[in-house]
Each structure stands twice: as C-alpha cells, then as structure tokens.
C-alpha cells in the first residue's frame, strides 16, 4: 500500500514537472518565434504544435521496452485531442472553424497508412518509423518554406494579434535577449526530459502492482493527463477569439504525434508483437480525421458536433477498457 503511494506521488510530480516544464519551453519559444516575425497560424503549427511531454512519454517507454505504452500513447494521444479538445469547448461556444489546407489532410492520411503498415508488419516497423520521420521533416520543410513566401503584410498583422494576445494574458509582452530565451528553452526541455524518465518508471511500477495492462496504459492514462495543456490552450484561442492560433497548434500536434514520436519510437521499438487493440485504434483515429476532414468544409461547429466528437471518445474508451 506504501509502495503503491510513493509511486503515486512520484508519477504525479513526473508529470508535474513535464506540465509545467512543458508551459516555460512552450513560452520562450513563441518569445523566440515573435521576435522573428511567425504569422499567427504557422505560431500554432510550428511552435505550439511541439509537443514534447507526448514524444518524451513514448520515447522513454519505448527505450524501456514498453511498446504499447510508446504505440498506445502516440494513438490515444491523438483520439483524446481531436475529440475532448474540440467538444468541451463546443459544447460553450460557437466555433468558427476555420478550412484547414487539403496538403495537411495529405500528410495525416500519410502517417496513418505507415503506422498501419507498422502495426501490421510489426517486424518492420522500424521502416516504417523512418518513413513517418521522413514526412515529418518534409512537412517542416514545406511549411518554413511557405512562411517565406508569405505575403509580408499578412504575417505582420497576425503577428501584432499574437503580441496582443500576449499583452492580454501578461500584461506585457516581456522583452529578453535570444541568447537568454534559448537558454531558458534547452533548460526546460531538460526538465521534460526528465519528468518523462520518471514518469515511465513510475508508470511501470505502478503497471506491476495495480495489474493495469501495458495497453489501457499507454492508450488511456498517459493520454488523458498529456492533454490538459491542449485543452486549455483551444479554450483561450476561442475565448479571444483567435482560433487560428489553437487550430494551428492541434494540427500541428496531430502531426507531431504521427509523424515525429511515433517515427522515433518505432526506430527504437525495432520490433514487436502486434495486437487488434491497435488496429481498432488506428480505425477509429482515422475515421475521427475523416470527420475533420467533411468538419473543414462547414463554416462552423456546433453542439450536435460535440455530441458526436463525445460518442468517438466514449467508444474509444469502451475499446480499451474492454481489455482489461
């Protein structure tokens, strides 16, 4: 009973420290990202759409030997934020949404057909991470290089949005030289670094003693607890009504989470044993993008929306908690 509870307290603090860790790297990079003139959209893509307490959570269960917690949180990660993310705050408001570019539509159903491939040829799978990582690097790419051919006047206006959004919630928007905010940013992504380590031992221990499957782990916990940040985040956008910024940033992660951890991940992974637990999440994940995908064409999204987002997620977790 002891036990169990030193290791509650030591994944809770692991994750506090990736939380809040996570909230200064985020910070100085978007001070870092201002300062170099980032539209309001590719602020969100880029800079809010990294999210290393999800890559550093499967990475570190990966190198561990945890696969399905590393596979798991990549999937469930991404089902939790496309549906709880988006439905709670519809359920308050009105969402403008906002046509997100077919291209990354292209890159998600890309990612999802080599995760497919991984999880079916689980032998192989470290091809297919380096195939996901590929398409990462390509989309990062494509999208610096649309930044630099953007019209210049755009860009600034959205830039002056996002210092006032800045000014809003601080007061101010703080001025710190570039070596400082990178400095700051390498020492939080340290301590990310480093709730993650303590967050997957804490997590297996506490596997041993509950009896809790690697699975419902991996696809729920973790998962659950890596979203509180998103989830606040598209509530502020709305709020001030500045959408683009959330938008941007949950399209950015989604791609994060396919493309860059879990390409990673299957690299260290090498091999594994595959289940259909897996492949019933990679079909409700990619029917859950189907849907933005018919969502991007309508102007807004409303409650019955959100009901339908909440009937994804209460499928997803009947799914899981089935193996229990």
Avoid: H
């Avoid at 509530?235 to 879990?262: H, R």
């Amino acid at each position: 009973m002891i036990q169990g509870l030193i290791w509650i307290l030591i994944f809770t603090g692991s994750y506090l420290l990736i939380y809040f860790s996570a909230d200064f790297f985020i910070d100085n990079l978007k001070e870092l990202s201002i300062k170099y003139n980032f539209s309001q959209f590719i602020l969100g893509l880029l800079i809010l759409g990294i999210d290393p307490e999800e890559s550093i959570a499967s990475i570190i269960a990966a190198i561990n030997g945890l696969p399905y917690i590393a596979l798991g949180n990549v999937i469930g990660n991404s089902v939790l934020s496309l549906t709880l993310c988006f439905s709670l705050p519809a359920f308050f408001y009105k969402i403008d949404l906002k046509s997100v570019s077919n291209r990354y539509y292209l890159i998600l159903y890309a990612c999802l057909l080599s995760i497919l491939l991984g999880i079916i040829f689980s032998s192989f799978i470290i091809i297919f991470g380096l195939i996901s990582t590929t398409i990462y690097l390509v989309y990062i790419k494509r999208s610096i290089r649309a930044i630099s051919r953007g019209d210049r006047e755009n860009v600034l206006e959205e830039l002056d949005i996002t210092k006032e959004i800045a000014k809003q919630e601080e007061g101010y928007v703080r001025e710190k030289p570039p070596i400082q905010l990178t400095l700051f940013t390498l020492l939080s992504l340290f301590f990310i670094f480093l709730g993650g380590e303590f967050l997957i031992i804490s997590a297996e221990q506490l596997m041993i003693i509950t009896g809790i499957s690697e699975s419902i782990f991996g696809f729920i916990i973790i998962s659950f607890i890596t979203n509180v940040e998103e989830l606040t985040l598209v509530f502020k956008s709305i709020k001030k009504k500045s959408l683009e910024i959330g938008l941007g940033g949950m399209v950015g992660k989604i791609i994060w989470n396919l493309s860059f951890t879990f390409g990673i991940s299957a690299m260290i992974i090498i091999q594994f044993t595959s289940n259909l637990i897996l492949l019933y999440n990679w079909i409700l994940l990619a029917a859950l993008i189907s849907f933005y995908r018919f969502l991007s064409n309508r102007k807004y999204m409303y409650r019955i929306t959100a009901l339908i987002l909440m009937l994804f997620l209460i499928i997803f977790l009947l799914l899981n908690l089935m193996t229990i």
